[in-house]
Nanobody, 115 residues
Framework: QVQLVESGGGLVQPGGSLRLSCAAL????????MGWYRQAPGKQRELVAS???????NYADSVKGRFTISRDNAKITVYLQMNSLKPEDTAVYYC?????????WGQGTQVTVSS
């Protein structure tokens, strides 16, 4: 069983930065990919960024050039560095883990971009 522990959300002004972290706790699993999704009020959950076991990254068009996903393999942790934040980035951000057998989600962390 895997537990995903997220941290790093909060309130930031437009143009500011935040870094989200997601640690995968547990053992006996292999990872195909980890990533971040977000869900704003009244909207569907959408992919923000992902990184595969091989290091390939994928970003939503709306965050390209502003967000960077990275990982620490030793700590089984994925990070999302978010720069030049905009009010439309406001959402609950969810960590996502894909293994060969199942997909798991974190509990979500709120990111609010407002002046």
């Amino acid at each position: 069983q895997v537990q995903l522990v997220e941290s790093g959300g909060g309130l930031v002004q437009p143009g500011g930065s935040l870094r989200l972290s997601c640690a995968a706790l547990g053992s006996g699993f292999s990872i195909n990919a980890m990533g971040w999704y977000r869900q704003a009020p009244g909207k569907q959950r959408e992919l923000v960024a992902s990184i595969t076991r091989g290091g390939r990254t994928n970003y939503a068009d709306s965050v390209k050039g502003r967000f960077t996903i990275s990982r620490d393999n030793a700590k089984i942790t994925v990070y999302l560095q978010m720069n030049s934040l905009k009010p439309e980035d406001t959402a609950v951000y969810y960590c996502n883990l894909k293994t060969p057998l199942y997909t798991d989600w974190g509990q979500g962390t709120q990111v609010t971009v407002s002046s």
